[in-house]
């Protein structure tokens, strides 16, 4: 329940943040859903009738178009190699759009079932969570996360330097774990 809030509020919040640190924060996001959803096992269903829908077409339409500016920020300069699944930037930027906002959709309805907060209500989030995972969202998040895998390493390994990626891998001067800085470290000790 909280890994899942915690993604739909990165993505609502997609345009407040930076793309790099947006994407770095997807990329964590994601790997946990997967892994969590995983082991959930699959209650009994209660209700007979279909759940109501949270997520409405537009708001659905502006969380796609926000993450797809984005992704255009980042998308600009990468560098695809040849015979990648995605071999065209827009192809990029546009599955990965979808990709994002269907797993935005799947776990805003749980969380919003979820929080109904009766017992059966409860109960089918998880069944219509785990079933959702089985049939589309398990797929979605490994399309989604390979997707992030290919924007955000391409971007380190290029010769373009992206700065929206440069704070997380931990190049900061000031990290006490360089070479310069270890030589000051361990001679003291000496």
Same mark, same amino acid.
């Given at each position: 329940?909280?890994m #899942?809030?915690?993604?739909?509020?990165?993505?609502?919040?997609? &345009?407040?943040?930076? !793309?790099?640190?947006?994407?770095l %924060?997807?990329?964590q996001?994601?790997?946990?859903?997967?892994?969590?959803?995983?082991? *959930?096992?699959?209650?009994?269903?209660?209700?007979?009738?279909?759940?109501?829908?949270?997520?409405?077409?537009?708001?659905?339409?502006?969380?796609?178009? #926000?993450? !797809?500016?984005?992704? =255009?920020?980042?998308?600009?300069?990468?560098?695809?190699?040849?015979?990648?699944?995605?071999?065209?930037?827009?192809?990029?930027?546009?599955? +990965?759009?979808e !990709? %994002?906002?269907?797993?935005?959709?799947? @776990?805003?309805?749980?969380?919003? @079932?979820?929080?109904?907060? *009766?017992?059966?209500?409860?109960?089918?989030?998880?069944?219509? %969570?785990?079933?959702?995972? #089985? =049939?589309?969202?398990? +797929?979605?998040?490994i399309? =989604? +996360?390979? +997707?992030?895998? &290919?924007?955000?390493?391409?971007?380190?390994s290029?010769?373009?330097?992206?700065?929206?990626?440069?704070?997380?891998?931990? &190049?900061?001067?000031?990290?006490?774990?360089?070479?310069?800085?270890?030589?000051?470290?361990?001679?003291?000790?000496?």
């Amino acid at each position: 329940m909280k890994m #899942a809030g915690d993604y739909c509020v990165c993505v609502e919040k997609v &345009t407040d943040t930076n !793309a790099g640190e947006f994407f770095l %924060l997807i990329q964590q996001h994601i790997s946990l859903i997967y892994h969590k959803a995983a082991c *959930i096992k699959r209650p009994k269903y209660c209700y007979d009738e279909d759940i109501k829908k949270f997520v409405s077409e537009s708001r659905y339409t502006s969380i796609r178009d #926000a993450i !797809a500016q984005q992704i =255009g920020k980042i998308t600009a300069g990468i560098p695809v190699s040849a015979g990648s699944k995605h071999d065209q930037t827009p192809h990029i930027g546009f599955a +990965l759009s979808e !990709a %994002l906002a269907d797993i935005y959709e799947s @776990l805003k309805e749980f969380i919003s @079932l979820y929080q109904v907060g *009766i017992p059966q209500s409860m109960n089918d989030a998880l069944w219509h %969570l785990k079933n959702d995972f #089985a =049939g589309n969202l398990g +797929l979605r998040l490994i399309e =989604g +996360l390979q +997707l992030i895998h &290919t924007i955000v390493y391409s971007n380190q390994s290029s010769e373009k330097t992206y700065g929206d990626f440069d704070d997380a891998e931990g &190049t900061d001067e000031s990290n006490p774990w360089s070479i310069d800085d270890q030589e000051e470290i361990y001679s003291e000790d000496e």
